[in-house]
């Protein structure tokens, strides 16, 4: 058997040869991409951050935890969804990062933990400097607002995998809390009260859904809607609130042992907000929510009409309208709802806690006990929304 010589031109070693940027790898891109970003990111450090940008690992320095009697660490990672989409339809990619952001810290925050630091990992199908510059800058921005450090992260360009336009954008943070300040389902007792932050809008969760209505009610983003005051695209892109700073500001301002006390927080994602509370609630409590106490945001009224989509269908996707509640004491109830609205986020009492009595109807879609494997308290919703 005689051995093929490679033909003229076509060794792996020349010119004309197969290249990592021929196979749709550019790493000057990639370079190009943090150079725009180093700013953005060196924004959000703080003196406990160790190193610049561009290292193997972000460094953090955690001293500070030497004056915790018994600190505890808390940590979540979250993606965006298939909102991600949008911001590509429209070619916006700044904003995107608060819905990260927003999606992983304030996971953290429920237990009353600080969000220390953040990294970020973004795949696409090619990397265009502007944009991942954009959208890391969407996520300094965030943790920013948030008091998080940006300390690292990867842009990963995957061609053949996703298209020349695609990405999506994943991250994590770690934080801390002081054992004895840890909020949870045990704090919670009879007589609390529920306190609803209002949502900027849909937030990161149920796009699916409302992408699959809006393309069946042949809408296109750029059209004008009177309702929402502006394009269906914008208000779809609206980036989701970040509520890291004013949970950790009303739990100091309110400490879990004292009377006047926050005893947990529940942030309002996939599942909707009856699932979500349930999982902060022990056994043998259920929280009554009051539809009444607020009106649906125009958008979520806009994706029922045009979708038929039933209201069990919609509690258990959307936010609709409510992004964290808070549980407090109930000497604690109107501090916290002026303190909430002083700093910018609309908030009101929407319900309380109660023994789960054996005279509440406990079947149908308005009554949820246990959710996402948490098998704890229940939340009943009543009375139709205002």
């Not at 000057?28 to 725009?36: I, M, T």
């Not at 819905?99 to 237990?111: E, N, R, S, Y």
């Amino acid at each position: 058997m005689t051995s093929a010589t490679p033909a003229a031109g076509n060794s792996p070693l020349s010119p004309a040869g197969i290249t990592y940027a021929s196979a749709g790898v550019d790493v000057e891109a990639g370079d190009r991409a943090v150079e725009l970003m180093k700013g953005a990111v060196k924004a959000t450090h703080n003196s406990s951050v160790i190193g610049g940008v561009g290292g193997f690992a972000g460094l953090y320095d955690v001293s500070r935890l030497l004056t915790y009697k018994r600190p505890l660490l808390a940590t979540s990672t979250d993606g965006v969804g298939t909102k991600v989409a949008i911001a590509q339809a429209m070619d916006i990619h700044d904003t995107i990062g608060f819905d990260l952001v927003g999606m992983v810290v304030d996971d953290i925050v429920v237990v009353g933990a600080e969000p220390l630091f953040m990294t970020d990992y973004i795949a696409c199908g090619k990397v265009v400097p502007e944009r991942i510059a954009d959208i890391v800058r969407g996520i300094a921005a965030a943790c920013s607002v948030a008091g998080t450090a940006l300390v690292g992260g990867e842009t990963a360009e995957h061609p053949g995998l996703l298209g020349e336009h695609e990405y999506d954008v994943a991250g994590a943070a770690t934080g801390v809390v002081e054992a004895s300040d840890l909020l949870g389902p045990d704090r919670v007792r009879a007589g609390d009260v529920v306190i609803g932050m209002a949502s900027s809008g849909l937030h990161s969760n149920g796009y699916s859904l409302v992408r699959r209505v809006i393309n069946h009610a042949g809408w296109a983003l750029d059209r004008q809607v009177s309702e929402l005051g502006r394009t269906l695209g914008e208000e779809l892109l609206e980036p989701t609130r970040v509520y890291a700073a004013d949970c950790l500001d009303l739990a100091r301002a309110f400490p879990v042992n004292s009377a006047n006390a926050v005893h947990g927080f529940s942030h309002v994602t996939g599942g909707g907000l009856a699932a979500n509370l349930a999982r902060v609630l022990p056994q043998g409590l259920v929280a009554t929510v009051d539809r009444a106490t607020w009106e649906l945001p125009a958008i979520f009224k806009l994706v029922s009409e045009l979708g038929n989509v039933p209201l069990a269908d919609l509690e258990r996707t959307l936010n609709l309208g409510v992004g964290m509640v808070a549980i407090v004491s109930a000497e604690a109830a109107d501090a916290a709802v002026s303190r909430l609205n002083d700093r910018g986020v609309p908030s009101w009492i929407m319900g309380t806690v109660t023994a789960d009595s054996d005279s509440i109807l406990k079947t149908g879609p308005d009554y949820v006990q246990g959710a996402k494997g948490v098998d704890g308290g229940a939340v009943r919703l009543v009375n139709a929304y205002a």
